[in-house]
């Protein structure tokens, strides 16, 4: 297995809080743009790192019991991602703080809104979680690669753009029958009258 005697350069790590902070607070996959970032700088290789002294690190040293597990620079780029992704969560609290408050509340029965709003968000949630707990394995293999991440934000871009669309056109189409059927109302209306002043 390649050996990687280097860490994470700061240049390296700054790129990837920049992606983190641009893409958390817009309608985008965060973690979406992260993997492709990392696969851009290189950081999803499985090269092992070293200590000064040339030795291997390792994540979990191993047993008698289990096998051990090297500290791969995939390994510590995915840690660094939750690091900075955490970041951006508790960044997101003061801003929600009156919700989270009133859900805070609502557990303790003096908000009943705060409570319809906790459940509703784990109505929310349990589905995915568990999803996410069956098919791990799966998903790692199949959906976290950079061409089904970059299929994944293309096409998802494509639904955002046509969902704005949509009302504009339907207004539009709306107006465009409306509109025919006000000329059509008028054509049957002229054409009454003409017969009725061919009959006098």
């Known amino acids: 297995m390649p050996v990687f005697k280097h860490r994470m350069s ?3 790590a700054i790129i990837l809080a ?3 902070g641009i893409t958390e607070f817009l309608p985008i996959s965060s973690t979406g743009h992260l993997i492709v970032a990392t696969d851009l700088l290189n950081l999803n290789a499985e ?6 002294a040339g030795e291997p690190l390792w994540l979990r040293k191993p047993t008698p019991e289990k096998p051990g597990e090297l500290l791969t620079v995939n390994l510590a780029t995915e840690a660094y991602i939750v690091v900075i992704q955490l970041g951006a969560i508790a960044a997101i609290t003061p801003i929600c703080w009156s919700q989270l408050l009133s859900m805070c509340l609502g557990l303790l029965g003096r908000d009943r809104a705060g409570l319809r709003l906790f459940v509703n968000v784990l109505i929310a949630f349990l589905p995915a979680a568990a999803l996410g707990f069956l098919l791990h394995d799966w998903i790692n293999q199949n959906l976290f690669s950079v061409g089904a991440v970059i299929f994944g934000l ?3 871009s494509l639904l955002m753009f046509f969902a704005d669309l949509w009302p504009a056109w339907l207004h539009q189409r709306n107006a465009f029958r409306s509109e025919l059927d006000g000329r059509e109302s008028a054509l049957h209306h002229a054409r009454a009258v003409a017969r009725r002043e061919q009959h006098h």
């Open 10 to 12: 700061a240049l390296q």
């Open 18 to 20: 920049i992606v983190e």
């Open 154 to 156: 293309v096409s998802g």
């Open 47 to 52: 090269n092992v790192f070293l200590d000064d």
